[in-house]
């Protein structure tokens, strides 16, 4: 079973929707959580950190729900700069960072 | 500024050739990591450091080999046993023990073609 399960899209919408994406993972133990955003042929950057309350910025929100095991980012309003690949990542017990496969997001004028 | 440095950025190399890949960080890390992504996939883990003279294999560490020997240093070395060499290769780097919740930092990455 994969450390971490990511739908990867593609999901295309208009400029000013709102996309939501989601993320499962297995390990119960995991400790923190992140979702960065990689752009065509470049490394992933970080983009938002997920904190138990879930947390915003800007037009972006995160959601961690530990029962259930799975993360969330919400866009609203979105933007033609926001296509790229969404990475869900998850911090296991012994600092092993695993990542989803990525959902790619193009934004259409 | 503090960052990550891969080098080099393309690379090039006949089958049955090993090649070392750089990466070098002034970010004062302790844990530094090397991920293997291919076309339209996510990045797995091959090596991963916790502290200098040690590290630990991740999922594909077959074929590769990394060594230690400074804090900010942790190089790749591809053998010519890996049997799909030609990958986007990325290095990151986090704060470890005592930063909970730090995220990976990324070099820009080496792209290794193996013909």
């Known amino acids: 079973r994969k450390e971490v399960e990511q739908d990867p899209g593609p999901f295309n919408v208009p400029e000013g929707a709102t996309v939501a994406f989601n993320c499962t993972y297995s390990n119960s133990a995991s400790q923190s959580f992140f979702w960065y955003r990689q752009d065509c042929r470049k490394e992933p950057k970080l983009l938002m950190s997920v904190y138990s309350s879930g947390n915003e910025d800007g037009r972006f929100t995160a959601q961690l729900n530990r029962a259930s095991q799975y993360i969330s980012l919400l866009i609203r309003d979105s933007k033609l700069s926001d296509s790229a690949t969404y990475l869900c990542?998850?911090?296991?017990?012994?600092?092993?960072?695993?990542f989803g496969t990525g959902t790619s997001l193009t934004v259409i004028p | 500024d503090g960052g990550i440095t891969q080098s080099p950025k393309y690379l090039f190399r006949k089958e049955g050739q090993n090649v070392t890949l750089s990466c070098e960080q002034n970010?004062?890390?302790?844990?530094m990591y090397w991920y293997r992504q291919d076309p339209g996939q996510g990045l797995r883990l091959i090596y991963y450091s916790q502290i200098v003279n040690d590290f630990q294999k991740g999922d594909i560490a077959e074929g590769y080999s990394v060594s230690r020997e400074k804090k900010e240093s942790f190089p790749l070395t591809v053998t010519s046993a890996q049997k799909n060499p030609t990958a986007f290769y990325l290095c990151?780097?986090?704060?470890?023990?005592?930063?909970?919740?730090?995220?990976?930092?990324f070099g820009n990455g080496t792209r290794l073609t193996v013909t």
């Open positions: 990542v998850v911090n296991i017990p012994g600092n092993q960072f695993y």
């Open positions: 990151a780097s986090t704060g470890f023990p005592s930063s909970y919740n730090s995220p990976l930092h």
């Open positions: 970010l004062n890390h302790d844990a």
